[in-house]
Nanobody, 118 residues
Framework: EVQLVESGGGLVQPGGSLRLSCAAS????????MSWVRQAPGKGLEWVSG?????GITDTVNSRFTISRDNAKNTLYLQLNSLKPEDTAVYYC??????????????WGKGILVTVSS
């Protein structure tokens, strides 16, 4: 059974940083692309960042965010810097259906809340 468990969220002040983690299990982590997707209150899903299976190729919609992975630890990360109130959202870890960075998502974590507020 595929499991994706996010951690590291919480309340942070504007301008602050957080690092989200996603512990993966139930599949060969190093063989699949992974993504982070977020949903702000009252809004739709927004793809944030993706990384290929080997970690060599990444893509992001925001230069303040950096995605990375440790295939030895079966863990995906998202470093969030210079956070703004509009970054407040539930952040989801998601598994791609292949090794390519923009592979369609086939599994989702339950999400973790990031709140940016003073």
């Amino acid at each position: 059974e595929v499991q994706l468990v996010e951690s590291g969220g919480g309340l942070v002040q504007p301008g602050g940083s957080l690092r989200l983690s996603c512990a993966a299990s139930g599949f060969t982590f190093g063989s699949y692309a992974m993504s982070w997707v977020r949903q702000a209150p009252g809004k739709g899903l927004e793809w944030v960042s993706g990384i290929g299976a080997s970690g060599g190729i990444t893509d992001t919609v925001n230069s303040r965010f950096t995605i990375s992975r440790d295939n030895a630890k079966n863990t995906l990360y998202l470093q969030l810097n210079s956070l703004k109130p509009e970054d407040t959202a539930v952040y989801y870890c998601a598994k791609g259906g292949s090794k390519w960075v923009h592979a369609a998502i086939d599994y989702w974590g339950k999400g973790i809340l990031v709140t940016v507020s003073s």
